[in-house]
């Protein structure tokens, strides 16, 4: 009797389905999450439960009345979006524009392209982009962190912006941390008493997500580690070279959408490198590009473009970055 069976690919298949992957990235987020939540109270929850309702039925319409394919809402990659999108918002948006936001992630940044797997674009990105551009003075209007229980009252300005605004006027490094709008330390970013979007509040929340997602080995450090290296040596030496110009690499690691970024967004599987020689490329053009924008850039932050930018070389990464073949002699 023959033995031989022979039948289409895949022959192999591992644990790591979709929704698992999705749903450790949703635990992942859930400490940012929170403390988001106790800073920026029920104005933080609103919109975060607004965006990922949004976009998990935006999905499903799509999907169910445009595209006459089944809906596949149930692997949860709609809730990421939705929650890496609120991350990028602040809390005191109006709901209008939050679900705009929604809409353009889901059906420009993801179904348009044919759904997940298919987007060449983080599709939060995308959507938070698209608001920046299209409400730049509702997205920048940033509350103060207060309590779980004071409504968003007081807006100031965000680290980043601060500095980018002091240079601005001709101030020096040292003059910009001495002035009054300066009011925050390194302590304070890391734990949450800063201004700025959802997922801007707390250094530490964002990199305990982070350890997670590597014990679980959904993600790798190849791209994290790369743009955060970047962004230390790049920084670091137009510090040293003008400190009255230059903000420190801490400075610039643990403000913004770093973290954020760099850990939720830039790790994207779909748009992001397949080799680790190429997530390397991938990361270190990120934090070149962000530092570039952040220094010499008319915007205080330059996170989401630098991503959406090497997301669209990532084709070009892969096709110079192949993988050796199985049996392949060099």
């Not at 990235?25 to 929170?34: D, G, S």
């Not at 106790?38 to 935006?58: D, R």
């Not at 001709?170 to 009011?183: A, P, R």
């Not at 982070?210 to 955060?228: D, G, M, Q």
């Amino acid at each position: 009797m023959n033995k031989l069976i022979i039948s289409p690919s895949p022959h192999v298949h591992g644990k790591f389905s979709t929704k698992r992957l999705m749903r450790d990235v949703v635990i992942a987020l859930l400490p940012a999450l929170l403390v988001s939540f106790y800073f920026f109270g029920l104005g933080a929850v609103k919109v975060v439960g607004l965006s990922v309702i949004s976009c998990v039925a935006f999905e499903y319409l799509i999907q169910r009345f445009l595209l006459k394919t089944a809906p596949s809402t149930n692997d949860l990659s709609a809730v990421v979006t939705g929650l890496i999108l609120s991350l990028n918002l602040p809390s005191n948006l109006p709901w209008w524009i939050v679900i705009i936001g929604s809409l353009i992630a889901i059906g420009v940044g993801k179904m348009v392209f044919g759904g997940l797997g298919n987007n060449p674009f983080n599709p939060a990105l995308v959507g938070r982009v698209f608001l920046l551009i299209a409400r730049p003075v509702e997205m920048t209007t940033w509350p103060l962190p207060l309590t779980l229980v004071t409504p968003d009252a007081t807006t100031g300005a965000t680290p980043l912006a601060i500095v980018k605004e002091g240079l601005k006027n001709g101030l020096t490094i040292d003059q910009i941390k001495e002035s009054s709008d300066y009011t925050f330390s390194y302590l304070d970013t890391l734990f949450g008493q800063i201004g700025g979007s959802l997922g801007e509040v707390s250094a530490v929340a964002l990199l305990l997500g982070f350890a997670y997602l590597l014990v679980r080995k959904v993600i790798t450090w190849h791209i994290p580690v790369s743009i955060f290296a970047t962004v230390i040596v790049f920084s670091g030496i137009l510090h040293f070279a003008s400190p009255d110009r230059f903000i420190d690499p801490v400075f610039h690691l643990l403000t913004g959408g770093m973290i954020l970024g760099a850990v939720y967004m830039a790790t994207d599987y779909v748009t992001s490198p397949m080799t680790p020689k190429g997530m390397a490329v991938y990361g270190v053009g990120i934090g070149l590009l962000t530092i570039l924008i952040r220094t010499f850039g008319s915007y205080p932050e330059g996170m989401s473009f630098a991503i959406l930018f090497m997301n669209a070389i990532v084709p070009l990464i892969n096709k110079y970055m192949k993988p050796k073949l199985f049996g392949e002699v060099k």
